[in-house]
Structure formats: structure tokens, C-alpha cells
């Protein structure tokens, strides 16, 4: 190991350190004890729990114990005697607490009881701090918040249905936009929007003939199952983030935290072979946040919005092969989008045109593994939306190089850089041709970034983004963003 790489290693060891010194004496002291003697009860607790579902919150290795030298801040010193006076108590404890999958553990072995009946709670609180020290229009530091609350039914557990369960889940978002300030297209926070309170999942998903046929149905959000890819959740911009962003400006393609009644029907024909087909309401006003999600109206003049899917998985039937996923799809939505150009306060039917469609193509493969999921894994996505007419983006596309365990003696962080660029119509810009704002050319966003895993629960990822002509037009100088998402699964 190279003198840079121990030191780092060395940092990153040293702060956990100290960050689990002084959260477990303010978190722990008080029930240090009664835990120390239901030590068995909680090993089996975290061997056993079920982890939430969130792709950033992954399981990591165990936290390094605290040191015997580490002492109390004078702050804390008032809880010394609940801690018995011995800094290898504290150690015992804080390897327990940093190993567990949940931030509040177990729940004294309820957690299980709840998961072995069929009830899986989660809950999860990822925040963003993100600034622009220079370019842009407004140079602001700005936090925003979601809070993800959800709830599993396995019909399974509870009732002997095979491959059968219910979920419920809702959002809480709070902060504001740093984009707003920025004047940017490619939002720079995960949870930069839909600011409010909302309902987003109440579904029912079932199994059949061995796992080949899925159908899920209900309030559903369609980048759930389509346009997607686990490595997109790894970055803090919402260009890579879950979903393209670009599909969801063009056309109504609902997203976290925005979801509509739906239905998804997946089959694997062969192992590494599967097709998907979705049909979902795409009346954008069900997303207001006025409605808070619980809109549950459906009209029969409302569009739709259908997907369908292909996807290859080499990984299921070549042996020793390296994980990955092609994909190929395509969307139609069939309401009504205004021309560029046309005046808004106009109705006359020449100015619209009816349904509007695109197609995508999604590559993520593994190309060096160390061991499991650990190694290089690069993925580039492209989408088209002929229509140059009514389609803000008719060429998207991003990609992107991650790696799990680079650093040695830090297996479960992830390395990431990206690059994201959209270009905007033609037809949009001839409709800006005198505009004082200017006409959009394109966007870029390129983002570097590193999570930490300080824990299963604990996620910290700082990261920097720079933005290429912010707002596609020129007018705002380019800009440089850092910051750092916290992911933590209560």
C-alpha cells in the first residue's frame, strides 16, 4: 500500500473514530448497559434484519473500534457512570451500533418479530448541502431534505401467498432549489423538488411460475421499473439521478416522488432474457403538490403513457461471467403538447400536436471485479425524441465510471464521475431568435463524487459538479458546485 493510500485510509479510520466517539456517548450512554446484557439479542438481530430498499444505503464492513485513549469530552463526562468508566464498553457498544443495518437498530428484537409476520418498516433520510462558490446567476449555499417512509406487506409471510406483497410509501421533502440560483436545467439536488408532504407508492405486486411472470399494479411511479439503473441512484444530480431527466421535461414520465395509477407486466422468457410493458395515467395534474399525492382520480379524457422494455443480464447464463445490463425501450404519451413558437394564449388546433413518442438505449457492465460487486463498472445511456417540435430534448445522454472498494481497507466505498449533456431543439431555439434571454444550445453537467460508508446506516458522499453553460443559452457564466449528500437508513 502506496504512503497516500495508508494516510487516507489512516483520515478516513481517525474520523469515523471520533464521530463514533461522540455519537455514542450522546446516543448510547443512556442505555449502554441494558444493551451490553442483551449483547446476544442484538447479534441476532442485525444477522437477521432486513435491509431497506434503497440502493445507496448497501451493507458495509464493520466500524474500527475506538481506541482506549480516546476520552470523553467535558460536555459528555455526566454520562461516564452510566458508561461504567471503561472506554471498552463503549467500544462494544459502538461495534454494535455501526455494524447494524438501521440506524435505531433492532428495536430490542421487534424489528424481527415485525419482519418474520410479513410487516417491513423502513425509513430513510437523505439530505443535500450543496453550493456554487462561482458562476452562475446568484451564488447561495442551500439544503434540502427527503424524508422516505415505507411499508411492506409480504402477503407470503403473513398468509402463505406465494410471491405476493403490498407497499405503501410517501415522501417528505423540504429546502430549497439551489438550481434556482444557479439558473441551470439539470437540477444539481437529489431532492431538489416537489417540495411537500406526499403519498407516492400503494401497490400490489405479485409472483408467478417460479419469478418469469411479474405484475405489479396501482399508484406506481413508472421510473421505478422502467428508464432506470441502479448506478444512477449513486449520483447526486438529477440528470443522472434514477431516471434521465430528460424523458421527464418532454413528456409526463413520473419519477420518485411522483406517482399515478398503473400497471407493469415483466416476463422472463429465458433467464438473462426479459420483456416489460406499462400503461400508466399521465394527467400531469395529479402531481401538484396541492394534491399531495392522494389524487385519485382518473378521467376518461386523461393521456396515457405506455413503456415498454427489453433487457439482457449476461451475468444469469454465461458462468463466471461479470455483471451487467442492455437495455433497449421505448415510450408514447398521447396528450396534447403545444408547438415552440406558437403564442401560449392561442388554442387554435394547428398550434398542438397530438401524442408524442422516443426511444432509449441503456449499457451498464462490469468490465474488473476484485470480488462480489466490488471493481470498475462503467454504463452510458442515450435517449432520442425525434419530434424537435414539441420535445425541449430531443438527444440526452450521460455516462459514467464507477468503483466499489477502490481504495484499499474501504471495500464498500463507491468512486463515481459522470458526465451528463442534453441538447435542446432546434426548433425551440429558431422560436428564441431575438429572445433577451437568448436561445438554448445545450447543457452539460460533469459530477465527481465519493460515498463513504461509515456504516450500513450512514452514508456520507461528498461531491463537486461543474456545469456547462447553465440554462443552455451562454448567458451565465459556468459553474462549480460542492457540497454533500448524507443518506442514513433509520
Known amino acids: 500500500m502506496s504512503t497516500e493510500v495508508a494516510a487516507v485510509v489512516a483520515a478516513v479510520n481517525e474520523a469515523r473514530g471520533w464521530v463514533t466517539a461522540l455519537l455514542v456517548a450522546a446516543l448510547l450512554g443512556a442505555v449502554a448497559a441494558a444493551q ?18 434503497a440502493d445507496q444505503l448497501a451493507a458495509a464492513s464493520g466500524g474500527a473500534a475506538i481506541e482506549n485513549r480516546v476520552a470523553l469530552p467535558p460536555s459528555l463526562r455526566k454520562f461516564e457512570r452510566k458508561m461504567a468508566g471503561d472506554m471498552r464498553e463503549i467500544e462494544s457498544e459502538a461495534a454494535v451500533w455501526l455494524d447494524q443495518n438501521y440506524m435505531t437498530g ?5 424489528r424481527n418479530r415485525l419482519n418474520d ?4 418498516p423502513s425509513a430513510t433520510y437523505v439530505p443535500d448541502i450543496l453550493g456554487n462558490p462561482f458562476g452562475g446567476e446568484i451564488h447561495k449555499v442551500r439544503y434540502v431534505h427527503d424524508i422516505g417512509v415505507d411499508l411492506v406487506l409480504d402477503f407470503q409471510r403473513m398468509l402463505g401467498w406465494e410471491g405476493s406483497h403490498f407497499h405503501v410509501s410517501m415522501s417528505s421533502r423540504s429546502g430549497n432549489n439551489l438550481s434556482d440560483d444557479i439558473g441551470n436545467v439539470f437540477t444539481v439536488a437529489q431532492s431538489c423538488c416537489q417540495v411537500t408532504t406526499r403519498l407516492v407508492t400503494l401497490a400490489w405486486e405479485q409472483s408467478l411460475l417460479e419469478h418469469r411472470l411479474n405484475i405489479r399494479a396501482g399508484r406506481i411511479a413508472t421510473g421505478d421499473d422502467f428508464l432506470t439503473d441502479r448506478l444512477y441512484w449513486l ?21 420518485y416522488p411522483n406517482a399515478a395509477w398503473g400497471g407493469r407486466v415483466r416476463v422472463r422468457p429465458l433467464r438473462p432474457l426479459y420483456l416489460a410493458a406499462g400503461i400508466y395515467d399521465a394527467n400531469p395534474a395529479i402531481t401538484r403538490n396541492s394534491e399531495h399525492g392522494v389524487d385519485f382520480s382518473i378521467h376518461s379524457n386523461d393521456p396515457i403513457l405506455l413503456v415498454f422494455e427489453a433487457g439482457y443480464e449476461p451475468e444469469h447464463h454465461i458462468e463466471g461471467g461479470l455483471p451487467g445490463h442492455y437495455k433497449v425501450g421505448g415510450y408514447y404519451y398521447t396528450g396534447r403538447l403545444r408547438r415552440f413558437g406558437t403564442p401560449p ?19 451498464d457492465q462490469m468490465v474488473f471485479r476484485e470480488e462480489g460487486y ?3 463498472w ?6 432520442f425524441a425525434p419530434n424537435k417540435a414539441i420535445n425541449t430534448f430531443p438527444f440526452f445522454s450521460s455516462a459514467g465510471l464507477t468503483y466499489e472498494g477502490l481504495i484499499p481497507g474501504r471495500d464498500e466505498d463507491v468512486s463515481i464521475v459522470g458526465v451528463v449533456y442534453g441538447g435542446f431543439s ?19 453537467v460533469i459530477e465527481w463524487s465519493y460515498i463513504i460508508a461509515l456504516a450500513p446506516w450512514l452514508h456520507i458522499q461528498p461531491d463537486f459538479q461543474y456545469i456547462i453553460k447553465p440554462g443552455g443559452t451562454g448567458n451565465i457564466p459556468d459553474s462549480f458546485v460542492l457540497g454533500a449528500q448524507f443518506a442514513i437508513n433509520i
Open 117 to 120: 409476520w410479513g410487516i417491513i
Open 235 to 255: 449520483y447526486v444530480n438529477n440528470g443522472f439521478d434514477a431516471n434521465p431527466l430528460s424523458v421527464q421535461i418532454n413528456v409526463p414520465f413520473f419519477a
Open 374 to 376: 466490488q471493481g470498475l
Open 36 to 53: 451490553a446484557d442483551d449483547a446476544a439479542v442484538q447479534e441476532q438481530a442485525d444477522d437477521g434484519a432486513v435491509a431497506a430498499p
Open 378 to 383: 462503467p454504463f452510458f445511456t442515450l435517449v
Open 345 to 363: 394564449e392561442s388554442n387554435l388546433p394547428q398550434n398542438f400536436e397530438y401524442g408524442s413518442g422516443g426511444y432509449y438505449f441503456l449499457v
Open 426 to 444: 432546434a426548433d425551440l431555439r429558431r422560436a428564441q431568435a431575438g429572445s433577451p434571454s437568448g436561445q438554448q444550445d445545450f447543457e452539460t
Open 106 to 110: 433492532n428495536w430490542w428484537g421487534w
